[in-house]
């Protein structure tokens, strides 16, 4: 419904048909909820997809770029390296993330550049297929180890976001 109030419109819309929440598990340190919005074919994310570009990545001061490139982290739509050391359980996240393929067009994530265009491929290619490749290669981690670890991330990313260039 459309409703005037002299110079501002406001328009009410139902988004409960359109906006799906998902639960991404398998990385319980980030406890991944993504929003699914079908009427827009948007996915967003926080952690689970990063999309720094090379070129960008070239511009942050020498920290984060040394941290950026040593974990791989350029790729379009990925998960940096150091997630092979945080995820819990590869098996469900690789199910969980493989099930969003198809179903949207764009990304936006809370770690770099919004994709427009080819997300969901990308998203394959960068999240999906990193998530596999864990699930082949490592066991389910302990919670001593991801809490050690993820402890180590987080003071990682927290000197490289305070050292980044505003």
Known sequence: STQSTGTIVTETIDIAQDVELRFIPGCDVFSEVILLDRRTRTLVVCDVAFNFAPDTVATFPWFPRLYFYLTNATRPCCLSTTFK???????????????????????????????????????????????????????????????????????IGTVAFVTRKK
């Open 85 to 155: 050391l945080l995820i819990d359980d590869p098996k469900s996240m690789s199910v969980s993330v493989s099930s969003l393929l198809g179903e949207f067009d764009s990304l936006i994530m809370a770690h770099g550049d919004v994709v427009l265009s080819d997300a969901s491929e990308l998203f394959e290619a960068g999240t999906v297929d990193f998530v596999d490749q864990v699930k082949k290669t490592q066991p389910r981690r302990t919670l001593k180890w991801i809490v050690g670890v993820s402890t180590l991330a987080v003071a």
